[in-house]
């Protein structure tokens, strides 16, 4: 059975840092490519961010660039969003996403974890 | 970045209706570069369709896509009670991906 467990949400300072991970079963975690989206309190979906399936390629949302870093450990099947500089608009539910194509798209997702950036 | 707007933002029916939920894009995404959506509270988004008008695997047949371009429905045939929920739109023609803004679909 495919399994993504995210963790590693929580409060933290405006201008801290947080790492998400999201650990991956149930499949060749190596040949996908996988994205993080987030949803903040109430709100829609946002891409966030997504690597391939060797970690060579990462691509990154505008709101993301320069502050986040995905990255990926394969022999681990671990999946990671490390967040610097974090904003209080960067207060979302935070999903991995397995994307199946690749073409961004997404047929398994994580159960998420919240980020709450507040003083 | 493509722009999705979902209509209607909500969407009061019963079980057994049909369900009739648009997407239109600012910009074309391609002959099929659109997927559907589900999310009940509490959890996370659940794939329905691919490609326009694809179902994923386990997803019955009651849901159907279809569009290209700049317009797209998803439909639902007879409403079962576990598919009263919010219902996300997403193109990937272009980067970034980008979702709609969602429909919520509840019981009347």
């Known amino acids: 059975e495919v399994q993504l467990v995210e963790s590693g949400g929580g409060l933290v300072q405006p201008g801290g840092s947080l790492r998400l991970s999201c650990a991956a079963s149930?499949?060749?975690?190596?040949?996908?490519?996988m994205h993080w989206v987030r949803q903040a309190p109430g709100g829609g979906l946002v891409w966030v961010s997504r690597?391939?399936?060797?970690?060579?390629?990462?691509a990154y949302a505008d709101s993301a660039k320069g502050r986040f870093t995905i990255s990926r450990d394969n022999a681990k099947n671990t999946l990671y969003l490390q967040m610097n500089s974090l904003r209080a608009e960067d207060t979302a539910v935070y999903y991995c996403?397995?994307?199946?194509?690749?073409?961004?798209?997404?047929?398994?997702w994580g159960q998420g974890t919240l980020v709450t950036v507040s003083s | 970045e493509i722009v999705l707007t979902q209509s209607p933002g909500t969407l009061s029916l019963s079980p057994g209706e049909r369900a009739t939920l648009s997407c239109r894009a600012s910009?074309?995404?391609?002959?099929?570069?659109l997927a559907w959506y589900h999310q009940k509270p509490g959890l996370a988004p659940r794939l329905l369709i691919y490609?326009?008008?694809s179902r994923a695997t386990g997803i019955p047949d009651r849901f159907s896509g279809s569009g290209s371009g700049t317009d797209f429905t998803l439909t639902i045939s007879r409403l079962e009670p576990e598919d009263f929920a919010v219902y996300y739109c997403?193109?990937?023609?272009?980067?970034?991906?980008?979702f709609g803004q969602g429909t919520k679909l509840e019981i009347k």
């Open positions: 996403a397995r994307d199946p194509a690749p073409a961004h798209w997404f047929d398994r």
């Open positions: 149930g499949f060749t975690f190596s040949i996908y490519w």
């Open positions: 690597i391939n399936g060797d970690g060579s390629s990462t």
């Open positions: 910009q074309s995404v391609g002959s099929s570069y």
């Open positions: 490609g326009a008008s």
């Open positions: 997403q193109q990937y023609g272009d980067s970034p991906p980008t």
